[in-house]
């Protein structure tokens, strides 16, 4: 049996964490390509028609999101001292 198709608020919720999990990670570029790949993802699954594919997608963007959590935490870790040219104030 399938899982429920989600709500279009558990859709816009997921949206946003995943938008606020790229804010933690303190590189530019790969902050940006969080942004991008949700934005993107969101983009090509938002028109799924019927209720399978609309769990799959929700289900794949949850796990999207435990893994941006984890990766913004190991790259804050590790990440270089040197910060992006786009990072530094005028």
Request: charged share 25%; proline share 7%; no cysteine.
């Amino acid at each position: 049996m399938a899982p429920p198709p989600p709500s279009p608020a558990q859709a816009r919720q997921l949206y946003k964490a995943l938008m606020r999990e790229a804010r933690k990670f303190s590189n530019y570029n790969v902050r940006e390509y969080v942004k991008r790949r949700t934005v993107v993802g969101f983009r090509d699954h938002g028109a799924a028609s019927d209720s399978e594919a609309a769990a799959a997608a929700y289900i794949l963007g949850k796990d999207q999101l435990e893994l941006a959590k984890r990766q913004a935490i190991v790259y804050n870790l590790y990440s270089p001292g040197v910060k992006s040219i786009m990072d530094l104030s005028s």
